[in-house]
């Protein structure tokens, strides 16, 4: 079992920055990929930014790259996504989510349903 928690939400202008944190508990996060969701009003939950534990490997959605970025902690179990330029159209309820078989390398892991461990989401709202 994984424990996921996000945190780091909150309300911005367009432009700023934001950094979202998401504390693992319950095992280490070896052979785990970890995957940052972002889920608007209406609209379907989507990946935007990855990473392979082990390797630190990142990957991300084209509505993201070179804005977010997706980094990892070893020592805390924590995985973090800082944000740049943030517009409007970022303003979502953020996960953080986890998975053995959301092989990024592979081209898996860009799908939700790839992902067996979920936190409950921060919300970030981004005005203009």
């Known amino acids: 079992q994984v424990q996921l928690a996000e945190s780091g939400g909150g309300l911005v202008q367009a432009g700023s920055s934001l950094r979202l944190s998401c504390a693992a508990s319950?095992?280490?996060?070896?052979?785990?990929?970890m995957g940052w969701f972002r889920q608007a009003p209406g609209k379907e939950r989507e990946f935007i930014a990855g990473?392979?534990?082990?390797?630190?490997?990142?990957y991300y959605a084209n509505s993201v790259k070179g804005r977010f970025t997706i980094a990892r902690d070893n020592a805390k179990n924590t995985v973090y996504v800082q944000m740049n330029s943030l517009k409007p159209e970022d303003t979502a309820l953020y996960f953080c989510?986890?998975?053995?078989?959301?092989?990024?390398?592979?081209?898996?892991?860009?799908?939700?349903?790839?992902?067996?461990?979920w936190g409950q989401g921060t919300q970030v709202i981004v005005s203009s």
């Open positions: 319950g095992r280490a996060l070896n052979s785990y990929t």
């Open positions: 989510a986890a998975g053995r078989r959301a092989h990024l390398d592979l081209g898996l892991g860009y799908s939700r349903h790839e992902y067996d461990y």
């Open positions: 990473i392979l534990w082990n390797s630190g490997s990142q």
